[in-house]
């Protein structure tokens, strides 16, 4: 599997523009925590973690769909949300997610790598660096 370098990641994150002023940004634990961290330093924005889980440390699926594994703990009625996860493959984390969080004023997508409204990379899957 490809892997691409954390100078590199990081340089596409000091590049990309958000057009959208976010209240909160929500991580989809657990590959979204290191992503948000990262654009929390840019937009200087509150994180929030959503505990949704999909798939195994060898990215096969765990449970038929993606389940909340913890009650969300945070208001997020009437906010604009970046909600950050580190890959969108099939969609169906995020997309739990966004029903989940039905209620916000706006809700925009960011992907290291897949498809969302902001993403990094949209290709074929690699490794992040910040795996061990």
Known sequence: MEQKTFSEIMQRFADIRFDENFDLIVAIANGGIVPAGIINQK???EIQILHINFRDDFQQPKYLTPQLLKPIDFEYTGKKIL??????KTGATI??????????????T???N???DYA???ESCFRF???I
């Open 120 to 122: 990094l990379y949209n």
């Open 114 to 116: 897949g498809n969302a």
């Open 43 to 45: 937009l200087k924005t």
């Open 129 to 131: 660096p910040w795996i």
């Open 95 to 108: 997309n739990v997610a966004k029903k989940l969080l039905e209620g916000a004023q706006l809700i925009k």
């Open 83 to 88: 909600l950050v996860d580190d890959r969108i």
């Open 110 to 112: 960011f992907a290291v």
